[in-house]
T-cell receptor, first 112, second 115 residues
Framework: GENVEQHPSTLSVQEGDSAVIKCTYS??????FPWYKQELGKRPQLIID?????GEKKDQRIAVTLNKTAKHFSLHITETQPEDSAVYFC???????????FGTGTKLQVIP | EPEVTQTPSHQVTQMGQEVILRCVPI?????FYWYRQILGQKVEFLVS????????KSEIFDDQFSVERPDGSNFTLKIRSTKLEDSAMYFC?????????????FGQGTRLTVV
């Protein structure tokens, strides 16, 4: 099955700085990679995803890069704001893409 | 905006009791999922459901668990004999098709506490 590793587990940045979260996966057949943001006590919310036919995708201050050869993908948040503080999870599907394996999460703290 | 809704928001049950968690997926979605999240840990896949049958399940989803779509709108997760370690937040999710990331739309969750 799919094994997803995520680093770092915690990340503190000053407001305005950039944050980078990295994930690796094991199933070479995986072909799309979502990122979720989870605020305390709330549900996970899909914030961006990338498919294996592209190497990078950007949505305002959020970008995701994918290296299929190395089997890793990263989330980049630029110009961080206090409201970006949350736990971020990467994920990768396996099997018939109905099963999603989540990373262990990164707790991001943006210090005003 | 359409939402996945879950009831109850919090359920307390005694060990060994059966519980049923309920979900109403978004109406035009075809794929349904249950996940769980033990406090402070990652989200774990339990099961996916399509065309009135389980399409995938994890090793967590043993014989104590079952899912059902009893009518055209509800999707339920039943735990037959709860254990202390079943205490977690349970999220239901749905998707239109496999072109979207599975579980793109999560419900607000049911917090299950087994005492």
């Amino acid at each position: 099955g799919e094994n997803v590793e995520q680093h770092p587990s915690t990340l503190s940045v000053q407001e305005g700085d950039s944050a980078v979260i990295k994930c690796t996966y094991s199933d070479s057949a995986s072909n799309y990679f979502p990122w979720y943001k989870q605020e305390l006590g709330k549900r996970p919310q899909l914030i961006i995803d990338i498919r294996s036919n592209v190497g990078e995708k950007k949505d305002q201050r959020i970008a995701v890069t994918l290296n299929k050869t190395a089997k890793h993908f990263s989330l980049h948040i630029t110009e961080t704001q206090p409201e970006d503080s949350a736990v971020y999870f990467c994920a990768a599907p396996s099997g018939g893409y109905q099963k999603v394996t989540f990373g262990t999460g990164t707790k991001l703290q943006v210090i005003p | 905006e359409p939402e996945v809704t879950q009831t109850p928001s919090h359920q307390v049950t005694q060990m060994g009791q059966e519980v049923i968690l309920r979900c109403v997926p978004i109406s035009n979605h075809l794929y349904f999922y249950w996940y769980r999240q033990i406090l402070g840990q990652k989200v774990e896949f339990l099961v996916s459901f399509y065309n009135n049958e389980i399409s995938e399940k994890s090793e967590i989803f043993d014989d104590q668990f079952s899912v059902e779509r009893p009518d055209g709108s509800n999707f339920t997760l039943k735990i037959r004999s709860t254990k202390l370690e079943d205490s977690a937040m349970y999220f239901c999710a749905s998707s239109e098709d496999t072109g979207r990331p599975p579980g793109a739309f999560f419900g607000q969750g049911t917090r299950l506490t087994v005492v």
